[in-house]
């Protein structure tokens, strides 16, 4: 199976980054199974068409149902609006269809696992998009951690601070509206700390968060306007119906504790997914806005030269930094996605569940849930209650 | 009255900085009210005499009520361990001295309440040491709220962090005993970060916290040994019976919430004290590691300069700094003490209460009991309520 | 001209850049004049082939002789080592090929001019692959100087540090051979801050320098074996030729001063292009190691909050980012170039010569020719005595 | 010898700085040879008193000849205005009093080989006030540099930037008069950057400098007003006579070379006293406005955790830390004249000459004429030729 050909729901946001992941796959990795851009697809025929020669797909379809259908699809590559995962995972799930789906995986934990249950009955592979994953930093906190080096994990601070929204006047786009985004700031944002809390730090225990919506109206956009959002309102308002922050405390199954935070109300953090985790032998910092760094310390310095290292992680040193340019040249956003697909295509070459899969995502909305459930009830929720 | 007349007990790290402050005032700032070193008062004799001629007292006690008794004090500073405080307040309130006594200011909430109501009805003048308010960039950004350049305060994320216990083999310290420093990183780090965020943000509505105790048993020190505690163990090991971290998410009565840690298991901190507080335009930043600096974003700047200042905060335009060096010339942490000391010289010259006062010192307590409580009993704890 | 047919002569790490370039642009920028990827050309079939096929070129030629003579291509690209520049694009505008050509223009000066000369009788466009300019936070570091928010200049500091070559052991390669690579630290690092200063502050007018080769011997590679150079020696060792590290003094034409150091010896710089401006009005800083961001201050900001702003330009506000990914969302060292041919190709579809083009490559080579005299002749040398 | 009784020449910023360090001495580092503060002189007898009374001297005098005559000084600190520095060292010297003097030694090179001279026949202590030595960050520099942790070094670049006159309407005080302040920018801050470069990296071969006055008028002051000079102007203008900022390269005895800044116009830089080395086996970094911190690298670090480490030298592992506060607490500007002061002191417990002495200030002031003269006669010039 060297070539994977893909058919995409959605080409806003997720759909750009997928596709530009898809088309610099074969340049920087040239070894990799390939991905083929076969079909594009979404509901608004003028738009998915301009999308589709913009990005490069071979054909377009408007009806998801059409796209599974088809016979030249191995890959269905699911990035449209949260509400609509579900259905078109099980479908393409039930079509033999192999599975990569943008997070939160579903808007609520009994869909993500229906998901999961149809994904592994199916026997097809899956794939959830926490992209962070594959920054080469956070790969290099990731391989500190396992091979012992930070010692025994004590304490986690995550943080994933937004601002676009402080704007009282900035207009209620779907993501403000829970019945398509399912979720705020702590399913848009927090649920990429709680991955990558996973990833490093392992399984969560219990929770309990709290929740704010500061700006409890906003105007109504006159048309659906994309995240910047910008430009002309109906003039009517609307209740928000997400939060705007949530904060929780977490233990995990290894003892060790941690604070989160999600919010789009942090003035001057345009995109601050960040985190330190401290461990017994030293600890590590990682701030996405100077992605290609990832701060380190280690306890067992020399005593006089004890202090956070600065490391760029652009070396060959780093992971998946030799395909690109040489040491100090850095990468961007953007090439997290590229990495990500590239972990795809070596499950496939490889015929294994690539990872962060189906699993992670329930696992993921565990926590989203737990938190959800402690916000409304005003008590700690362990994961294992679910 | 010119002078003011200080007895103080204790002799270690807050008796050194203070001291220090009490010589400095003077010089840096001749203007102000003088304090004069009377007397200084501790148990080991031949320690004492030490520190007093080191530190320029004029004389010495080793019976705190002998202090007391003297008619030539006219102000009693208490920085004894902290199950002295309340004892030593109580006596020296009824004898008509001021107080002067350093956090957390007892080891229970109803202490603290019975040393204010001492102090309130003494009629005499009481101050808490809450240091960090003192800072001229934490000045800054009290300034900045105040005048309301940050908007309305939405979040706060405190963090006190440090790391001087992480070797399992540092020695059971009196710090690390509960029946005497009564808290662990809650009351000796945490209560900064509480005070702090009540000068800044507002008064605390509701908590609930979680804490940590990473390390169970420590070897039992030879001797008292300070806050190094380098050297001899005795070879036998007893429990440790504080807490190591302990995090909590609060609500304040303006609507701010915020998250909060403190702990002495952050590799790499030697003495995080920071915060970042968002507000609806705009936000500050501080780290005590690099106490002359604030950063400031306003989100009203022209869009395309936007960004987090970094404003070292030793130009005239800030407080105290005309007292000292040229602009660009940094201070330390001592510093703190000197112009705490030199507020607490401007109550006596305006004849009020200082501030921070005893009352400060209970509404921090208060939190404190109020975190320790949802930590006993898992649920959120209303300020309120106690 | 809707779409520029390309032919490209070098295959190796510009090679790799131009190409990612050509391929991102009609995704990114899907406006603009389209650039075909027509044919690429270079000496070695195998590894040619291969590249092609990585990169995504139509066709191969391994005799830029032939690539210039095919009528297919409107536009030859010029990667080939340095000292090759020269007679491909007096080739190509004889044959009326429009040029693009990575910098150093020429191994000097005269050749410089004489490469400008041909480009502008045969009437063809021709840039100079200056990609730094592009950049966003150097774009917008031009726009607030050029609209005066700094005020008049009155210094530069500029520094290309690196440090691939510290190891003795490293390789002879073609960068350290002068016959090849022309020039060492100067014309490869320093060629990019004396365009930058150029682009910021203006023309140069004197300049006095001094270099130094700190490793004069190194082992010769077994073969050529690109910018990372690592694995296997003949044993044998060559002389270094080129320099490790120029540093020089300049006076601009407008008052102007700086400093500027370009070495491959700076440990922990992997890429440390960076640079400093102060004006009359404020000052701004660059590190592409941090690329996104640009350092910004106004020195007419409110007295109690001056400091440097951190300007993340990733906004809409800044330039070339509303094509890219929300605010937050970084970019990396290949974007420069996708910039850099989205202004050429912006440059047909105006019909207008695109900036920076040969008449920039000369005057940056101008400065490097005196800096080499004034090095050899241990004096000032005025860029008009050249 | 147990006690120094000290008498000050001059008592504005230096004379501040100095009495602090005396007063804080025997607090901080009770088992030194104390320093008396016995005598404080300057010129307008009311303006002495205050300062007297305020700094804590027991007497006052307004004639430096009736100081060094009196029989109870035993030391005579010099920081009177930089003209007034030859003729009181000498003549202390003669009357065979210790010196210790502000740097820059004097106004040429001929009287500081003077001053030296005279004091080497007096066979008194002599000691110049090159402070920033004594951060603990500047000495963990030296201490790595001469462990040879940093290996061969071959770069610095050091810069002292400020801005307190960029303003064109600030006064003509003395520091901007040659006959008063000898030298502008080169000689106040460029004299730090000199003496640093020779304390860590060695002694000067040959220089070559350009500088620049870029505001050649300014108003009068109405009456001398120190170095804030806000306020009344009267209303004439005079001439700059000394250098604003002042650029040099350099080359030193052991091959290292180096850039060399200062500067008063450099807007957002207070007070940027700060530097890079870079060796053959790591690199260190310092900023005098974060003086508690060293940036340090070591280029054999594990390969995937190389980067600067921001080291706080604040532990008991850093030199003076251990008197002060635990680690993590910052010291400031201040406290590296209480280490000058105790360094000083030490000399005379140790009946040794002090370090920096005399015979730096002479070698400062060589490269200090060196750079003047390589200026006003356009070439390089080598310090053995003077």
Chains 1, 2, 3, 4 share one sequence.
Request: aromatic share 10%; glycine share 8%.
């Amino acid at each position: 199976m060297s070539n994977i050909r893909v058919g995409m729901v959605g080409y806003k946001f997720m759909g750009k980054a997928h596709s530009n992941a898809y088309r610099a796959l074969p340049m920087f990795f040239p070894a990799s199974v390939k991905p083929v851009m076969k079909a594009i697809c979404g509901r608004d025929p003028e738009a998915l068409e301009a999308a589709r020669a913009q990005f490069g797909w071979e054909t377009a379809e408007t009806d998801w149902k059409q796209l599974i259908a088809r016979d030249d699809i191995d890959l269905i590559d699911i990035n449209a609006p949260s509400d609509a995962h579900k259905n078109i995972a099980i479908a393409a799930a039930e079509a033999g269809k192999h599975l990569f789906c943008e997070k939160p995986l579903a808007l609520s934990l009994a869909d993500a696992r229906e998901m999961l249950d149809a994904a592994e009955q199916a026997g097809v592979k899956h794939m959830v998009g926490f992209n962070y994953r594959f920054a080469p930093a956070v790969q290099l906190a990731k391989k500190l951690i396992a091979d012992g080096r930070i010692g025994k994990i004590h304490h986690i601070r995550a943080v994933f601070l937004q601002d676009w929204i402080m704007d009282p006047e900035f207009p209620l786009v779907w993501r403000l509206q829970k019945e398509i985004a399912g979720s705020g700031s702590l399913g848009d944002l927090g649920a990429h700390s709680i991955d990558l809390a996973r990833f490093l730090v392992g399984e969560f225990a219990e929770v309990i968060g709290m929740s704010e919506t500061f700006v409890k109206e906003r105007p109504l956009p006159s048309a659906m306007t994309g995240l910047s959002a910008k430009g002309g309102s109906s003039g009517e308002r609307g209740p928000v119906t997400v939060d705007d922050a949530t904060l929780f405390l977490a233990k995990f199954a290894n003892g060790a504790i941690g604070t989160f935070e999600a919010t789009r109300f942090a003035g001057g953090h345009r995109c601050t997914n960040a985190f330190e985790i401290n461990g017994s032998k030293g600890s590590i910092k990682f701030d996405f806005e100077r992605m290609n760094e990832l701060e380190v310390y280690f306890a067992d310095d020399a005593e006089d030269v004890q202090g956070f290292r600065r490391v760029l992680a652009t070396d060959a040193a780093h992971a998946y930094m030799d395909a690109w340019w040489p040491a100090g040249h850095t990468i961007g956003y953007e090439h997290t996605f590229t990495h990500e697909v590239l972990e795809l295509m070596k499950a496939f070459e490889e015929d294994r569940q690539p990872s962060p899969n189906f699993h992670d995502g329930v696992k993921c909305q565990e926590v989203l849930e737990a938190v959800d459930q402690s916000i409304a009830e005003r008590r700690w929720v362990s994961i294992s209650e679910l």
